[in-house]
């Protein structure tokens, strides 16, 4: 059984830091592109970050290019989203997904294994 799990969340000031963290189990991560989403409040989900099965690419949404940063550990089964210079737009509920992929418009779609989530806050 599939299991996805974030950590790392929590209350921050604008323009400070926080590392997110996704540990699973169950699977094979070195199989998959893995991929951050977010969800503020009365909004859809968006796309965040997505890194390539190895480690070698990664693509960001225009909103966080810059200033968040998205890693892997396929041997310790984690994706780490490092996240600095936090705004109050940024607030949201944070989650991990596994096996995102390009759409032909230029997107990113999830995968269909999320975890339950992680609320980042940012105060102004």
């Known amino acids: 059984q599939v299991h996805v799990a974030e950590s790392g969340g929590g209350l921050v000031q604008a323009g400070g830091s926080l590392r997110l963290s996704c540990a699973a189990s169950?699977?094979?991560?070195?199989?998959?592109?893995m991929g951050w989403f977010r969800q503020a409040p009365g909004k859809e989900r968006e796309f965040v970050a997505v890194?390539?099965?190895?480690?070698?690419?990664?693509y960001y949404a225009d909103s966080v290019k810059g200033r968040f940063t998205i890693s892997r550990d396929n041997g310790k089964k984690t994706v780490v989203l490092q996240m600095n210079s936090l705004k109050p737009e940024d607030t949201a509920v944070y989650y991990c997904?596994?096996?995102?992929?390009?759409?032909?418009?230029?997107?990113?779609?999830?995968?269909?294994?999320w975890g339950t989530g992680t609320l980042v806050t940012v105060s102004s």
């Open positions: 169950g699977v094979t991560l070195s199989d998959y592109t």
């Open positions: 890194i390539s099965w190895s480690g070698n690419s990664e």
């Open positions: 997904n596994v096996g995102p992929g390009y759409a032909p418009n230029g997107g990113v779609y999830p995968g269909n294994i």
